[in-house]
Protein backbone atom coordinates (compact mmCIF):
# COMPACT_ATOMS: atom_id res chain seq x y z
CA UNK A 1 0.00 0.00 0.00
CA UNK A 2 0.78 3.67 -0.79
CA UNK A 3 -0.65 6.52 0.45
CA UNK A 4 -0.17 9.79 -1.50
CA UNK A 5 -0.71 13.31 0.37
CA UNK A 6 -1.16 16.53 -1.88
CA UNK A 7 -0.21 20.07 -0.99
CA UNK A 8 0.28 23.35 -2.48
CA UNK A 9 -3.02 24.41 -3.91
CA UNK A 10 -4.60 27.61 -3.59
CA UNK A 11 -4.99 30.65 -5.48
CA UNK A 12 -3.22 32.49 -8.06
CA UNK A 13 -4.00 34.74 -10.74
CA UNK A 14 -3.86 34.06 -14.30
CA UNK A 15 0.16 34.43 -15.24
CA UNK A 16 1.59 33.29 -11.89
CA UNK A 17 2.45 30.27 -10.59
CA UNK A 18 2.24 27.41 -8.17
CA UNK A 19 3.72 24.31 -6.98
CA UNK A 20 2.30 21.13 -5.69
CA UNK A 21 3.84 18.35 -3.90
CA UNK A 22 2.93 15.16 -3.67
CA UNK A 23 4.33 13.24 -0.21
CA UNK A 24 4.33 9.46 -0.46
CA UNK A 25 4.26 7.07 2.36
CA UNK A 26 3.98 3.33 3.11
CA UNK A 27 5.35 1.01 0.50
CA UNK A 28 7.97 3.03 -1.30
CA UNK A 29 10.62 0.74 -1.63
CA UNK A 30 9.11 -0.10 -5.09
CA UNK A 31 9.83 2.72 -7.87
CA UNK A 32 6.63 3.85 -8.69
CA UNK A 33 5.47 6.16 -12.08
CA UNK A 34 4.19 9.32 -10.42
CA UNK A 35 1.57 11.42 -12.43
CA UNK A 36 -0.53 13.84 -11.70
CA UNK A 37 -4.32 14.17 -13.10
CA UNK A 38 -6.88 17.06 -12.97
CA UNK A 39 -10.52 17.48 -12.71
CA UNK A 40 -12.14 20.66 -13.36
CA UNK A 41 -15.64 21.54 -12.47
CA UNK A 42 -17.99 19.72 -14.20
CA UNK A 43 -15.79 17.71 -16.18
CA UNK A 44 -14.27 14.18 -16.00
CA UNK A 45 -10.87 14.07 -14.78
CA UNK A 46 -8.07 14.15 -16.93
CA UNK A 47 -4.15 13.28 -17.76
CA UNK A 48 -1.48 16.56 -17.08
CA UNK A 49 2.03 14.51 -16.50
CA UNK A 50 3.98 11.27 -15.72
CA UNK A 51 7.27 11.14 -14.41
CA UNK A 52 8.77 7.55 -14.79
CA UNK A 53 10.17 5.91 -11.16
CA UNK A 54 13.91 6.76 -11.86
CA UNK A 55 13.05 10.11 -13.21
CA UNK A 56 14.53 9.80 -16.59
CA UNK A 57 11.26 10.12 -18.42
CA UNK A 58 8.64 12.31 -18.31
CA UNK A 59 4.99 13.24 -20.35
CA UNK A 60 2.70 15.76 -20.54
CA UNK A 61 -0.38 16.81 -21.87
CA UNK A 62 -0.77 19.43 -24.56
CA UNK A 63 -2.36 21.56 -22.81
CA UNK A 64 0.18 22.26 -20.05
CA UNK A 65 3.24 21.78 -22.18
CA UNK A 66 6.13 24.32 -21.66
CA UNK A 67 3.78 25.49 -18.37
CA UNK A 68 4.05 22.69 -16.25
CA UNK A 69 7.24 20.78 -15.08
CA UNK A 70 7.21 17.38 -13.17
CA UNK A 71 9.98 16.08 -11.01
CA UNK A 72 10.38 14.20 -8.07
CA UNK A 73 13.13 13.91 -5.00
CA UNK A 74 13.19 9.78 -4.11
CA UNK A 75 15.29 10.74 -0.94
CA UNK A 76 11.99 12.35 0.60
CA UNK A 77 9.26 10.37 -1.61
CA UNK A 78 7.82 13.59 -2.98
CA UNK A 79 6.71 14.53 -6.58
CA UNK A 80 6.00 18.14 -7.52
CA UNK A 81 4.44 20.19 -10.04
CA UNK A 82 5.44 23.46 -10.84
CA UNK A 83 2.93 25.24 -12.91
CA UNK A 84 3.90 28.81 -14.49
CA UNK A 85 2.12 30.88 -16.90
CA UNK A 86 -1.02 29.36 -14.90
CA UNK A 87 -4.11 30.17 -16.74
CA UNK A 88 -8.06 30.34 -15.78
CA UNK A 89 -8.70 27.29 -17.45
CA UNK A 90 -6.02 25.31 -15.51
CA UNK A 91 -8.61 25.87 -12.80
CA UNK A 92 -9.48 22.20 -10.96
CA UNK A 93 -8.94 19.76 -8.10
CA UNK A 94 -5.33 18.33 -8.70
CA UNK A 95 -4.56 14.47 -7.74
CA UNK A 96 -1.45 12.65 -7.70
CA UNK A 97 -1.17 8.74 -8.52
CA UNK A 98 0.88 6.36 -8.19
CA UNK A 99 1.47 3.16 -10.34
CA UNK A 100 3.69 0.12 -11.27
CA UNK A 101 3.94 1.43 -14.78
CA UNK A 102 4.47 4.06 -16.75
CA UNK A 103 0.84 5.19 -18.48
CA UNK A 104 -1.36 8.26 -19.13
CA UNK A 105 -4.55 6.24 -18.01
CA UNK A 106 -6.49 7.07 -15.23
CA UNK A 107 -7.73 3.13 -15.00
CA UNK A 108 -4.37 1.85 -14.31
CA UNK A 109 -3.36 3.93 -11.07
CA UNK A 110 -3.84 2.35 -8.01
CA UNK A 111 -2.93 4.56 -5.37
CA UNK A 112 -4.48 8.10 -5.41
CA UNK A 113 -4.07 11.18 -2.95
CA UNK A 114 -7.18 13.18 -1.84
CA UNK A 115 -6.31 16.28 -4.23
CA UNK A 116 -5.89 19.80 -3.82
CA UNK A 117 -7.14 22.47 -5.32
CA UNK A 118 -5.84 25.14 -7.84
CA UNK A 119 -7.70 28.01 -8.38
CA UNK A 120 -6.84 30.86 -10.71
CA UNK A 121 -8.57 33.87 -11.35
CA UNK A 122 -8.70 35.97 -14.38
Known amino acids: QVQLVESGGGLAQAGGSLRLSCAAS????????MAWFRQAPGKEREFVTV????????SYADSVKGRFTISRDNAKNTVYLQMNSLKPEDTAVYYC???????????????WGQGTRVTVSS
Open 26 to 33: GRTDRSYA
Open 51 to 58: ISGGGGRT
Open 97 to 111: AADTFYNYRMREYAY
